[in-house]
């Protein structure tokens, strides 16, 4: 199958990675995986929900958009429905996976993520950008000796994978995900431990062996994603 972009089955979308792009935040990144592109930042509250408080322990939360004009047809903005709750509560749970909250004391980070520009895999390229913004802010907070320590367990990525015409295709752009017969999004860490799957299967079924490669090939992408987060973090995790 000739891909619309020229890849080959296996191969991901060029990353580009801007870093500290906003003045404000904690920590940020503009990020481009193929056309996609989103701005991610870390924002900290000296402060924790009700239910931590006195807890000795902190919280992360996360939230998504899409700017109006990130899509041929506008969106509405403050647009909310199911889909983008669905997707912040995918964001700040891949996140919590890899940080201790007990050691950034009783403050709240939050992730935000804007879609500036939408080909497919604004998630998972939310995810990705978030982790890198979370880096950064934790490394500001440590060099502000507000935390003594690095929190993160491990690195962080998620990427796309899907069967589109019977072949497995990593990375899928917004033609691929739109005619996919199957849609996986795939969040793991740099131990290669699975934290989140959300599978469909858009047109009829799919077998165990279809799963097996779905799941081999999203770890290969996931793999080259996380290089690209070491190369440019440098955290010893």
Not at 61 to 82: F, V
């Amino acid at each position: 199958m000739q891909r619309n972009d020229k890849r080959d089955f296996d191969q991901i979308r060029d990353i580009k990675i801007e870093r500290n792009v906003i003045k404000y935040p904690k920590g940020s990144c503009l990020i481009s995986c193929g056309q996609t592109r989103v701005i991610c930042t870390a924002t900290v509250e000296e402060s924790v929900p009700l239910f931590l408080k006195g807890s000795n322990t902190g919280w992360l939360s996360a939230e998504y958009g899409m700017l109006p004009a990130s899509t041929n047809n506008r969106i509405p903005r403050d647009k909310k429905n199911g889909r983008v709750y669905e997707i912040q509560r995918l964001i700040g749970r891949a996140l919590r996976s890899v940080i201790n909250l007990k050691d950034i004391g009783e403050r709240t980070i939050k992730i935000d993520c804007d879609v500036l520009q939408a080909d497919g895999g604004t998630r998972t390229a939310s995810i990705t950008g978030g982790f890198i913004a979370l880096a950064d802010c934790l490394k500001s907070l440590k060099g502000d000796h507000l935390i003594t320590k690095i929190p993160l367990s491990s690195y962080l990525a998620a990427v796309s994978v899907g069967i589109v015409e019977g072949n497995l295709l990593l990375d899928l752009n917004y033609q691929e995900d739109s005619s996919a017969d199957v849609d996986m999004n795939v969040v793991a860490n740099s131990k290669e431990e699975f934290v989140e799957l959300q599978g469909t299967a858009e047109k009829g079924c799919f077998s165990r062996n279809l799963l097996n490669g779905m799941l081999d090939l999203s770890l290969k992408g996931i793999k080259q994603i996380i290089d690209i987060e070491k190369d440019i973090l440098k955290l010893n995790l």
